[in-house]
Nanobody, 124 residues
Framework: QVQLVESGGGLVQPGGSLRLSCASA????????TAWFRQAPGSGREGVAC????????YYADYVRGRATISKNNVQNTVYLQLNSLKPEDPAIYFC?????????????????WGQGTQVTVSS
């Protein structure tokens, strides 16, 4: 069964950092682009960052550009999202997906299968 498992969320103070992990089971992530999305209460799911499978190109949404870094470890079959300088507007459940379409200005989910996600909370 194809599965992605998110982890690494938690409670941090404004300005703090977190590294989220997206581990795959059942397939190799280096064959697919992988993206992070987030969903805050009462809001829709929005794209955060994406990494290409072909050349490792990365794409970021405007609201995290300069504060986030997406990376991939093919040996560990894991995609990471480093979030720095966390803001009060960043709290959400963060999800990853391999069914995505990504360009420099679009990070879009193409499927409807989601894991449990990992909760990010920013509070002083």
């Amino acid at each position: 069964q194809v599965q992605l498992v998110e982890s690494g969320g938690g409670l941090v103070q404004p300005g703090g950092s977190l590294r989220l992990s997206c581990a795959s089971a059942g397939f190799s992530l280096d064959r697919y682009p992988t993206a992070w999305f987030r969903q805050a209460p009462g809001s829709g799911r929005e794209g955060v960052a994406c990494i290409s499978s072909r050349n490792g190109a990365t794409y970021y949404a405007d609201y995290v550009r300069g504060r986030a870094t997406i990376s991939k470890n093919n040996v560990q079959n894991t995609v990471y999202l480093q979030l720095n300088s966390l803001k009060p507007e960043d709290p959400a459940i963060y999800f990853c997906s391999k069914e995505v379409f990504c360009t420099w200005n679009v990070i879009r989910a193409e499927g409807n299968s989601w894991g449990q996600g990992t909760q990010v909370t920013v509070s002083s």
